[in-house]
């Protein structure tokens, strides 16, 4: 069936590094839609970026990803972490019509 | 900014208890979710609906029940609650099916089955 791997459960990493987190997916549709979520503490997940193109880079508050149907990835990317960017992250896969499907989530721990 | 709102925001139940979690928004979306949030599971969906009267089984729906009242209430129910059930749960709607549309989320509720 359909799925989305996370593989990296924590993430940590010192302000100012460079920050990337894997996501791939499966499904047998040939025109998914790939999201980002962030959930910051205590808050409820929120939109950060989304993406139906192939090859396409997406941004969104100094985030990117691109979605790479060759290698059904959806990395999202960030030059430059800051502190304000501790959150839990989720990568999501929308197609066909059904709902959602989330990742198991990574979790960034951005220190001073 | 779509709103969705969640009652109760707490709740402790023992087990075999009876609990509804309410989900009420007020954007006119047609589809309205129930996910449950888990450490090493993420999000989860439970049910979701795409109007009233109208219920889908989601990828974990065993000892939950749901019911979309209106376009705006959307309701889980848990009738013989178990330890197992103890989470987050988040409520969710979008506009149309989630293939490109955004998903705007509640505040979630926290249930505890002691």
């Known amino acids: 069936g359909d799925s989305v791997t996370q593989t990296e459960g924590l993430v940590t990493l010192t302000e100012g590094l460079p920050v990337m987190l894997n996501c791939t997916y499966q499904t047998i549709y040939s025109n998914p839609f790939l999201f980002w979520y962030v959930q910051h503490l205590n808050e409820s997940p929120r939109l950060l970026l989304k993406s139906f193109t192939d090859n396409k880079r997406t941004e969104h508050q100094g985030f990117h990803a691109t979605l790479h149907k060759s290698s059904s990835s959806f990395h999202l990317q960030k030059s430059s972490a800051q502190l304000s960017d501790s959150a839990l992250y989720y990568c999501a896969l929308g197609q066909g019509g059904r709902a959602l499907i989330f990742g198991t989530g990574t979790t960034v721990s951005v220190s001073p | 900014e779509a709103a969705v709102t969640q009652s109760p925001r707490n709740k402790v139940t023992v087990t075999g208890g009876n609990v509804t979690l309410s989900c009420r928004q007020t954007n006119s979306h047609n589809y309205m979710y129930w996910y449950r949030q888990d450490t090493g599971h993420g999000l989860r969906l439970i049910h979701y609906?795409?109007?009233?009267?109208?219920?889908q089984i989601g990828d974990v729906p065993d000892g939950y029940k749901a019911t979309r009242t209106t376009q705006e209430d959307f309701f889980l129910l848990l009738e013989l609650a178990s330890p197992s059930q103890t989470s987050l749960y988040f409520c969710a709607s979008s506009e149309q099916g989630t293939t490109g549309n955004t998903l705007y989320f509640g505040e979630g509720s926290r249930l505890i089955v002691v």
């Open positions: 609906s795409y109007g009233a009267g109208n219920l």
